[in-house]
């Protein structure tokens, strides 16, 4: 199988369903000491995985030392320090486990010129200047645009004593990317956050979004309140509709680590149970990807936390367009009263690998595409015979697949292989036109 994401710098296609996530990150190196506290970063994340993350690595970090082209000594020097460490050591190349933290370096003419800082914000997750804060907010400020979209942006001072997070805080991470960071840097580095609910070290609604990757309905407004109502002492609920999906206990272990963890109250129930709680006089988050929700979702007091816990098989003829596979995966979506904001991937056979439709799909609703080859799903198949009702169908019900593609079946086992963990299938196959699709679910377990 293949997994393809597309991320800001290009698409990436790696050989595991291991990594779900691909980290790219921007060092802006001014000095000799910028360039070693630059590497003290690159070590620490290379050995921070290796220690902890093997075998299962859930994601690949990307590290690119930015110079100035006519400083070529620093150049020089980052060159051999960074072969010193073997940080340029090849990707990812058949029956090899990918590299999981791999460095580069690259030039440029001026911080000011060319808008390379847009670049920067359109193509890094974290952006790290050596410089002063407030040059900084100078250099950023014409190319901001909102907490959704903006990359974490950090500020290290010259002798690497303080590691500011400056920007995307929460959603972005750079508060915890400080942490990391100055954790890292010799010398006793002092990560400065500086958001209010970090500050007072209670729970905010964005960073347990951003810690079990939910998409926030209404975001820019319900963030505000309920992380206002969690700095003055506000009671209120996390509603869990599905355990199977992410374990209640999960949530309350980290929960448990702030001081106004006894305000919250954590329940889980059945879908009905959802438009029984009183959400006019209490604040509650409802982890759901019911798509009727939206009916309560304008309450100031409810907001809706989606899970990325959907993995959706799609099969389609060749040059099928964008516009017919996502109006049908809609109504699916829709008859079935799932949100699609609560996709995490899209699955299917590796002969769709240039199929433009539906990789456009893919790339706006999933976080990365799960490619198989026929050998893989038939094997599959045969293999979930007796367990699977689905699977337990004469091969010549798949005659049109099998002819076509040498697969017996394509939406249902590449959705159930994506998912892995004995997803449950949560929509079987339907065709309409050009396109088939089924639904299964996975298992969050919180990266």
């Known amino acids: 199988m293949i997994r393809a994401f597309r991320t800001g710098l290009e698409t990436v296609e790696i050989q595991s369903d291991c990594v779900f996530?691909?980290?790219?990150?921007?060092?802006?190196?001014?000095?000799?000491?910028?360039?070693?506290?630059?590497?003290?970063?690159?070590?620490g994340f290379a050995k921070n995985v290796k220690a902890h993350r093997q075998p299962n690595i859930p994601e690949i970090i990307n590290i690119h030392f930015f110079i100035e082209k006519e400083k070529t000594g620093l150049?020089?020097?980052?060159?051999?320090?960074?072969a010193e460490t073997g940080a340029f050591e090849t990707p990812f190349v058949g029956g090899v486990k990918p590299v999981n933290v791999k460095a580069g370096i690259k030039g440029y003419e001026r911080l000011s010129k060319d808008n390379f800082i847009k670049r920067l914000f359109?193509?890094?997750?974290?952006?790290?200047?050596?410089?002063?804060?407030?040059?900084?907010?100078?250099?950023?400020?014409?190319?901001?645009?909102?907490?959704?979209?903006?990359?974490?942006?950090?500020?290290?001072?010259?002798?690497?004593?303080?590691?500011?997070?400056?920007?995307?805080?929460?959603?972005?991470?750079?508060?915890?990317?400080a942490g990391d960071i100055a954790s890292y840097i010799g010398g006793g580095a002092v990560p400065v956050i500086t958001t209010a609910t970090d500050a007072t070290e209670n729970f905010s609604l964005d960073m347990f979004a951003e810690k079990f990757g939910f998409f926030?309905?209404?975001?820019?407004?319900?963030?505000?309140?309920?992380?206002?109502?969690?700095?003055?002492?506000?009671?209120?609920?996390?509603?869990?509709?599905?355990?199977?999906?992410?374990?209640?206990?999960t949530i309350k272990s980290y929960i448990?680590?702030?001081?106004?963890?006894?305000?919250?109250?954590?329940?889980?129930?059945?879908?009905?149970?959802?438009?029984?709680?009183?959400?006019?006089?209490?604040?509650?988050?409802?982890?759901?990807?019911r798509d009727d929700l939206k009916n309560i979702a304008e309450a100031e007091n409810f907001v809706i936390l989606r899970p990325k816990y959907?993995?959706?098989?799609?099969?389609?003829?060749?040059?099928?367009?964008?516009?017919?596979?996502?109006?049908?995966?809609s109504s699916a979506f829709k008859e079935n009263n799932l949100s699609l904001k609560a996709i995490r991937n899209v699955a299917t056979i590796d002969l769709k690998r240039n199929e433009a439709g539906l990789l456009e799909f893919g790339y706006k609703y999933g976080r990365f595409i799960d490619f198989y080859v026929k050998d893989e799903i038939n094997a599959f198949i045969d293999s979930n015979k007796k367990t699977n009702k689905a699977a337990n169908k004469t091969k010549i019900e798949w005659s049109a697949s099998f002819k076509h593609t040498g697969a017996y079946s394509v939406c249902e086992p590449c959705a159930m292989m994506s998912a892995k963990n004995n997803g449950e299938l949560l929509i079987p196959k339907q065709k309409k036109g050009n396109v088939t699709v089924a639904v299964s679910t996975a298992y969050i377990d919180g990266l």
Request: charged content about 25%; proline content about 1%.
């Open 122 to 177: 359109c193509e890094y997750d974290y952006v790290v200047f050596f410089l002063a804060a407030g040059a900084v907010v100078r250099l950023i400020a014409p190319f901001l645009k909102d907490k959704f979209n903006d990359p974490g942006v950090i500020a290290i001072d010259e002798a690497g004593k303080f590691v500011v997070s400056l920007l995307s805080g929460h959603i972005g991470g750079a508060n915890k990317f």
């Open 256 to 289: 448990s680590g702030f001081k106004n963890a006894k305000k919250i109250s954590l329940l889980k129930g059945s879908d009905s149970d959802i438009s029984k709680l009183n959400t006019k006089n209490t604040k509650t988050a409802a982890v759901s990807a």
């Open 216 to 249: 926030i309905e209404n975001g820019e407004t319900k963030i505000k309140i309920f992380n206002k109502a969690s700095l003055t002492g506000e009671e209120f609920i996390i509603f869990l509709e599905n355990e199977n999906i992410l374990s209640i206990d």
């Open 21 to 43: 996530k691909i980290m790219n990150i921007a060092l802006l190196i001014v000095s000799e000491n910028s360039l070693k506290k630059a590497t003290e970063i690159y070590k």
């Open 75 to 82: 150049t020089s020097h980052a060159f051999n320090l960074l």
């Open 310 to 329: 959907l993995t959706v098989g799609i099969g389609c003829n060749r040059n099928t367009n964008f516009k017919e596979i996502e109006d049908f995966v």
